[in-house]
């Protein structure tokens, strides 16, 4: 392509160091919509004859073809998927597809590419969440009374319904996806025309190769086009958040699963088996997707390093972009189309949660609560006095609910016999009506107003 001003070509490691088509011929449809829109733009402004241009058309959707058929092989020589389908389209339709390139430079080829590919991206995991999201409501919705212990500390705090812990995914996963949908907004503008930093002398009407690419509109600066990967840090940071978020949820199926635990039991399909333990079910999907979170976070770093000391405009540095978005879009689409599996598969032990929600005194709080506002005690001095009441369940070995009312009677004179109505693990997430709060009642309308917004 520059061999005008080169005797020699690279020594073979140069080849190598040098060449993206490795990784980025993932960007061949981006790359061939791309020069298809600057083409037409190039025709109608007069700067490339319209039979050229036909002509330079057709050739892309042939190439299109071909590596639909075939694949785009990994010629080094030909560096990146912008050079290989170049020299494609001029082996197909002769000198006239060096017309292509008039008014553009890889640089700002190069952006707009990545651009629509982080953009399909954005696209396909929005659809994916929304199955998490979908799998994430059915659930809830089934267990939406269903008493869990809520933990605080791992330790076991007050009841509340596994339709409320459920949904309190759907809650994260909701930020997600306006995160993903903030980054889509923020970077759907054209890059095509910018050229190699300046800008260009050619006549181009930036606004018509948008709006063919569906961007809303061009970039506002030549410099800043063409050196931006700020929307490639946003994917990232965006699915980096998600991943994190998939991770504790990852750690609670794993914890959820274990035998002393005992609240879940994975299905066959999202479960394996020990080489030598006959007895074993482990939860490796789970494992794995917290295991991705960080290689995703890793991603994420690894772009950021990258930029983080570039000057203006296109450095080399810059290719490397591509292969930490491409691995994190991989990891992150198996992470939440596993974590959608299980979720969907999952057996929920309910009887298991209700009996640890029974016997960990997970009431204690509403008795706190009674002696304020049914007997008049400082929450102080009823905290204090609830804390006598355990310790001597806990002495008698009973279950709060299961202390006689003499014992209660000998802590505190103030009681009288209604105290029990409040210290069954029903009753406490009845009580919990406060909005947000994990009363059935409340799950079940914010499991309603959920899909309302999903419409
Ligand atoms: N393969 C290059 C990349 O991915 C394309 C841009 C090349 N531009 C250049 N000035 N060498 O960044």
Redesign the pocket.
Known sequence: MWGGRFAEGPAAVMREINA?IPF?KRMWRQDIAGSKAHVAMLAKQGIVAAEDAAAIDAGLDAVAADYEANGVAEDLAL??I?MQTEAKLAALIGPVAGRLHTAR???DQ?ATDFRLWVRDAIDQVLGALAALTDALLTRAEAHADAVMPGFTHLQSAQPVTLGHHLMAYVEMIARDVSRFRDARARMNLCPLGSA?LAGTSFPLDRAMTAAALGFDGPTRNSLDAVSDRDFALDYLTAATQTALHLSRLAEEFVLWASQPFGFVALSDQWSTGSSIMPQKRNPDAAELVRGHAGRIMGCMTSLMVTMKGLPLA?S?D??D??PPVFECHDLLGLSIAAMTGMIASATFRTDRMRGLAESGFATATDFADWLVREAGLPFREAHHVTGRAVKRAEELGVRLDELPYAEFEAIDPRVNQSLYDVLSVDASVASRTSFGGTAPANVRAAIAAARESLR
Do not use: G, P, T
């Open positions: 993206s980025d560096e990146d912008h430079s890889r640089n190069v190699a296109y080399k810059m290719q972009d591509k």
